[in-house]
């Protein structure tokens, strides 16, 4: 809504996997791996909103996702649940293919910047998972299979990992290479095992219970270099929060410092997101 109020481009995709039986005539366009190659046949990469839409198209977009979230919810119980077996085989959500995702989001973001000549572009990952682990495909005519040591080669640079954070790491800083656009991380958390989900690789001299206790307080936590990330926050959610109907709308945005003082000012009243939307506009305006 922030980047729609201010004529900001933008475009934001949904990313997952959908099991291979849910494929089949659903009009999912299925690419198979070639020898050496990352398996990737069930990984969905989905435009779901963008900034050429209009206000009906978004408006539409919106119910979907918002739709589309509510029925997947954990517990049948719950209203608007659905199984998964009514859903297209576009909307099932699965895993968390992020190394795919990062590695096709160079593509995206090359064609976005050249259409719309941008100078400073923010590539942003949201999460509620850790990477998947990948597979590479056998190659036949070799004595090589696949091994927790991975080498995978990104736009003519071999990235090295063993085990997916670390191979999603490496993969987050090639990224950076090749865009050099501002990486901002977002793991969403809602009690300590999921905080620490998030967690994993941290590098910071605290006590775990010291931090887990911060971010309970302040409802995030933020690092900066961290993981692969240039901004990488932690954010405390209440799965049961209902949407806050409160619309943005700047005074002054002739500049980003203008867009940036009209933006605190709006969150000022929301003491739970003040300090976090501050560290995020900061990141942004860098």
Not at 62 to 81: P, V, W
Not at 134 to 161: L, P
Not at 256 to 283: C, H, P, V, W
Request: charged content about 25%; aromatic content about 12%.
């Amino acid at each position: 809504m922030f980047c729609r109020q201010v004529n900001i481009p933008f475009e934001a995709y949904s990313f997952t996997t959908t099991s291979y039986w849910r494929q089949e005539a659903t009009g999912i366009r299925e690419i198979k791996s070639g020898a050496s190659e990352i398996q990737a046949e069930g990984v969905k990469v989905v435009e779901m909103f963008s900034g050429k839409m209009n206000k009906k198209t978004f408006d539409e977009a919106a119910y979907t996702s918002f739709a589309i979230a509510k029925a997947h919810s954990y517990s049948s119980r719950l209203k608007y649940h659905l199984s998964a077996h009514y859903l297209h085989g576009v909307d099932g959500m699965g895993s968390t293919p992020l190394i795919q995702t990062a590695m096709l989001a160079y593509k995206i973001a090359k064609k976005f910047t050249n259409k719309h000549a941008i100078q400073n572009t923010n590539i942003m990952f949201l999460t509620d998972g850790y990477p998947d682990g990948i597979r590479v495909e056998e190659d036949e005519t070799s004595d090589v299979q696949t091994s927790r040591e991975v080498m995978i080669n990104f736009e003519g640079k071999m990235i090295r990992g063993s085990g997916a954070r670390e191979i999603y790491k490496n993969v987050l800083l090639r990224l950076k290479e090749l865009t050099g656009a501002t990486l901002m991380g977002f793991h969403l958390a809602y009690d300590a095992s999921t905080f620490g989900q998030g967690y994993v690789n941290v590098d910071e001299d605290k006590v775990f219970l010291d931090v887990i206790k911060a971010w309970r307080k302040l409802g995030f936590g933020a690092w900066k270099k961290c993981v692969g990330y240039d901004d990488y926050f932690i954010i405390k959610i209440n799965r049961s929060a209902r949407f806050d109907s409160d619309t943005f709308e700047p005074k002054k945005a002739e500049t980003i410092s203008d867009l940036k003082r009209e933006f605190k000012k709006f969150n000022k009243t929301k003491k739970g997101n003040k300090q976090l939307i501050a560290r995020i506009t900061d990141a942004v305006a860098a």
